[in-house]
């Protein structure tokens, strides 16, 4: 089974450009989350997708956003760059059937911002 | 207040021997799970292994266990026989509530682990 991917592996934008980064489940799960890696605030979660909807959300600013397709594939967005987004964003997935005992994540996509 | 502490930034230990990365959590939920994972310098986070706060024995995973002491709220990562592989970050992570609708984890610093040859 393929696991979770993710697209483009490395990213350099400027500020005050928008990014949109796309991750693909595992095959038959349905459950999509975002998270945001930096040297500073470590791991943090910033949106859970399941069935098309976002169900959980984190602490994160506006410019941030996801959304998911009828297929499970998601994608995040953020818009009006700002230097400090650079980060290692991970997606993670999940079956519901498994209980939540287990979270798979994607290589990452690197964003730095110039 | 830290909902996950791992109180090791760095950890040597030689190849073949065991070692004990640190996890302590907080949490007032009565049903949550923690995690562990590893992080190489590639940058995916791999799933090592899962306890659930209901769970009655100790979860093991090959070469890894999870030692839960839940009155001490800690989740500590036994690693056995250690391989010049296992060099990476390793994280402790937390799902509060009965994971039905509650996909988020919250992650500690993290541990960098290195076995030395």
């Known amino acids: 089974k393929a696991g979770v991917t993710q697209t483009p592996r490395y990213l350099i934008k400027t500020r005050g450009q928008q990014v949109t980064l796309s991750c693909s489940p595992i095959?038959?799960?349905?459950?999509v989350s975002w998270y945001q890696q930096t040297p500073g605030q470590g791991l943090q979660f910033l949106f859970e997708?399941?069935?098309?909807?976002?169900?959980n959300k984190g602490n994160f600013p506006g410019r941030f956003s996801g959304r998911q397709f009828s297929n499970s594939r998601s994608e995040m967005n953020v818009s009006t760059l700002e230097l400090g987004d650079s980060a290692l964003y991970l997606c993670?997935?999940?079956?519901?059937?498994?209980?939540?005992?287990?979270?798979?994540f994607g290589p990452g996509t690197r964003l730095t911002v110039l | 207040a830290q909902k996950i502490t791992q109180t090791q930034p760095g950890m040597f230990v030689q190849e073949k021997e065991a070692v004990t990365l640190d996890c302590t959590y907080d949490?007032?939920?009565?049903?949550?799970?923690l995690f562990w994972y590893k992080q190489p310098s590639s940058g995916e986070m791999i799933f090592l292994i899962y306890?659930?706060?209901?769970?009655?024995q100790n979860a093991t995973e090959g070469r890894y266990s999870l030692n839960f002491q839940k009155a001490r709220k800690s989740a500590n990562l036994v690693i056995s026989a250690s391989q010049l592989g296992d060099s990476a970050m390793y994280f402790c992570?937390?799902?509060?509530?009965?994971?039905?609708?509650?996909?988020?984890?919250?992650f500690g610093k993290g541990t960098l682990l290195t076995v030395n040859p």
């Open positions: 993670a997935s999940s079956s519901p059937g498994q209980g939540i005992s287990e979270q798979f």
């Open positions: 095959s038959g799960h349905r459950s």
């Open positions: 997708y399941f069935s098309e909807t976002q169900r």
């Open positions: 949490t007032s939920d009565p049903s949550y799970g």
């Open positions: 306890q659930g706060s209901y769970d009655q």
């Open positions: 992570a937390m799902r509060e509530g009965s994971g039905g609708s509650n996909y988020k984890l919250t």
